[in-house]
């Protein structure tokens, strides 16, 4: 899990502008996507940033991971970039029994391959069990607040990756890097593991942590 964040750890303004780190930082994304089998988002992230999600910025691409898309009900944009690349590169998108059969199909004619996993919501747990059975091994994610929390609270998140930039936006709806129900106590937190710690320009810090299996 890779995210960006800034010093009042939000990873986004109150008004949806997610563009916090620097091109140095940016290129250390792309670089990590380019060693990943494929690229998880939520929904959500598709609808406020209509992102690529290829590799680009690096020297070290060796081809564009394939794409996966967790949509309970099958909202991603006709017209987004993703579908409109999705011949050309492999899209996942995981849906619900809730999503529309038509809207199911409208989305496999424009490329995308469709898995339904989960009644009213994807359910994770089947998500990364097809995953794995499809033949992936490293998945990096780079969610909104409410994926990095059902992800990191189902206890599969191998290393957390976040950098810090030195800059502090505010705002009470603001989203930070996890959101979710959250847990009544300090002691019921998701314990982790600090790896590594460096500096980038502009100040920000990179921050590698692993989860501590002892503690989960």
């Known amino acids: 899990m890779s995210a960006a964040m800034t010093l009042d750890g939000k990873i986004a303004t109150v008004s949806g502008k997610s ?7 940016l290129s250390r994304v792309h670089k990590l996507r380019s060693n990943s089998d494929a690229i998880m988002v939520g929904i959500s992230t598709v609808l406020i940033d209509n992102p690529l999600l290829t590799v680009r910025l690096t020297k070290y691409k060796r081809k564009d991971p394939s794409r996966v898309i967790i949509d ?8 987004s970039k993703i579908l409109k690349t999705a011949f050309r590169i492999e ?20 490329g995308a391959k469709v898995i339904v ?7 994770l747990r089947k998500t990364l069990f097809c995953l794995e059975n499809m033949g992936f091994k490293h998945v990096l994610v780079e969610g909104g607040g409410e994926l990095n929390w059902s992800l990191l609270n189902l206890g599969v998140v191998d290393q957390l990756i976040v950098t810090i930039a030195p800059i502090i936006v505010g705002g009470r709806t603001s989203t930070t890097l996890v959101e979710g129900c959250g847990y009544g106590s300090i002691s019921d937190g ?9 500096r980038q320009n502009r ?14």
């Open 19 to 25: 563009k916090i780190s620097s091109k140095d930082d």
């Open 72 to 79: 309970s009900y099958g909202r991603i944009p006709l017209h």
């Open 91 to 110: 899209t996942i998108i995981f849906v619900s029994e809730s999503a529309q059969k038509q809207r199911i199909q409208s989305l496999k004619d424009r």
């Open 117 to 123: 996993a989960g009644r009213k919501n994807v359910d």
């Open 190 to 198: 998701i314990k982790m593991e600090l790896n590594k710690v460096y």
């Open 203 to 216: 100040g920000e810090l990179v921050v590698v942590y692993s989860l501590n299996r002892f503690d989960t």
